[in-house]
């Protein structure tokens, strides 16, 4: 993926910019891709070089790379009015008729919504309402999170300490609030020799309620959760985890939050993950999708309950003291009403359970590849996993270096996925079509073969 520098923007970059999830000194050497311009489920580099965005950009770009409609919703927005808070009694339409939306589109009982500008800086929100919630009642003892390990909920303070992953703790001090990671449910790599899948969701549930009564249920806060976990490398959880974490957040008092930030609005086939794995969060975390990640948007959608302490609180108070300047910006919450439009005119969500039976079975068809593990996926969101040794599962040493060469290989192909490690994640734009689902999988083929030259 060597890109010569020979422009000024390549020069340009690579003399000023910090890079996030970038080797920096590889990135002076062979400089950026320069992305220039997108059309449907394409990108564009700067050599005019064309790809399919088998991720949507970062799981985000549900609607595709030139939506007029989102620039026009922009644009109107803009020239009426391109900036207001929502700070001391202020409102303004675009935040009011988003967050009616979503009310409307979100599991009945979640009523109340809460913005900020990125899924981070939501769920460090959550991690302060849930404080402020348990201050409120009298609980200060209960502030403990339960998350689970290779979890992604952000990169902030609070959020990358939920995170579940290495690299987000290493060298950052993380964690930096009290959180306890518990197994990840994913079954191929956490399963123990001989057990089953439903001994395994057993064995985790267990794990959760010893841990629960261990640290004490009075210190335990609340329970966070991708449904199916994203950017730690797409794990489905197996059947009755969900709804098994739900039953026991209820016997001990604990909120539930479900982290939708890739999940929501169509992702797995249906409107939210929680819908898919059969439960009912407290707490429900969007951004991504919400606006095709054409503006920068996360929404927190929770109960009336949580509502209730929270505001009689803030009455006791005087405030609600958080919020950011761009809280409900109202030029990107424009842009995520005509969206969620978007969406749902065109029936995306239909059209993502329609062909996830095509893409995945698609994609399972290189299960019998002789470098990859599992196939794994559901809705419109995959992973195919690169192993040293299909029987042992053993991984590659070092991980990432192959699945960093497929990366490139895909890149050269025409395809942009991205690797997890070894693990090739795929997440198209809502919008492909049963000819684009079948491209992809021809591709990742494409890429597995001329892979396997590099793993002998
Ligand atoms: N939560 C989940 C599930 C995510 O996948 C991400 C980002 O990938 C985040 C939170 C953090 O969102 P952001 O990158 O907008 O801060």
Redesign the pocket.
Known sequence: MTTPLSNSLHIADISTTLHPYTDARKHEKQGPIVIDRGEGIHVYDSNGKKYIEALSG??SVAVGFNEQRLCDAAMAQMQKLPYYHTFAHKSHEPSIRLAEKLVEMTPEHLTRVFYTS???EA?DTVVKMVWFYNNALGRPEKKKFLAREKA????TVA?GSLTGLPYNHKHFDLPAIPVVHLTCPHFYRFGQDGETEAEFTQRLLAEAEETILREGPETIAAFIG?PVM??GGVMVPPEGYWPGIEALCRKYDILLVS?E??NGFGRLGTTFGCEKMGFKPDILVT?KQLTSSYMPL?AIVFSEAVYDVIADNTHAIGTFGHGYTATGHPVATAVGLENLKIIEERDLIGNAARLSGPFQEGLRKYADHPLVGEVRGTGLIAALEMVADKETKRPFDPVGKLGGKAFEIGHEEGLICRNLGDTLALCPPLIITEDDAAEIVRIMGVILDRTLEFAK
């Open positions: 970062l799981w990125s899924g981070s769920n992604y909920h952000g990169i959020s991708e994203g950017a982290d930030v890739i951004s996360a």
